[in-house]
Nanobody, 124 residues
Framework: QVQVVESGGGLVQAGGSLRLSCATS????????MGWFRQAPGKEREFVTS????????YNADFVNGRFTISRDNAKNTVFLQMNSLKPEDTAVYYC?????????????????WGQGTQVTVSS
């Protein structure tokens, strides 16, 4: 069974940084793309960023605008989301997801495995 577990969320002031981690188990991590999504209160879940199996290709949502960086360590079965210059509007539950394929994708329905989410709160 594939497990996806996020960590690293918390409370930070506007302009600050957080680094989220996502550890997976249960299948060959290096064969699959990974992604991050988020859901703010009262809003639908939205795509943040995704990375292909090797880490050579990345998709970012427009709002990322150079502030967030996704990376992966295939030796440790872990994907990271470095978030800098955080804004109050970045406040959300952030979800890590494991794709069904090797190529990066923005489509939530192409991810079969999801973590429980980690809360990120940015104060003004």
């Amino acid at each position: 069974q594939v497990q996806v577990v996020e960590s690293g969320g918390g409370l930070v002031q506007a302009g600050g940084s957080l680094r989220l981690s996502c550890a997976t188990s249960g299948r060959t991590f290096s064969s699959y793309a990974m992604g991050w999504f988020r859901q703010a209160p009262g809003k639908e879940r939205e795509f943040v960023t995704s990375i292909n199996w090797s880490g050579s290709r990345i998709y970012n949502a427009d709002f990322v605008n150079g502030r967030f960086t996704i990376s992966r360590d295939n030796a440790k079965n872990t994907v990271f989301l470095q978030m800098n210059s955080l804004k109050p509007e970045d406040t959300a539950v952030y979800y890590c997801a494991a794709s069904d394929g090797s190529q990066r994708t923005m489509k939530a329905n192409e991810y079969s495995y999801w973590g429980q989410g980690t809360q990120v709160t940015v104060s003004s």
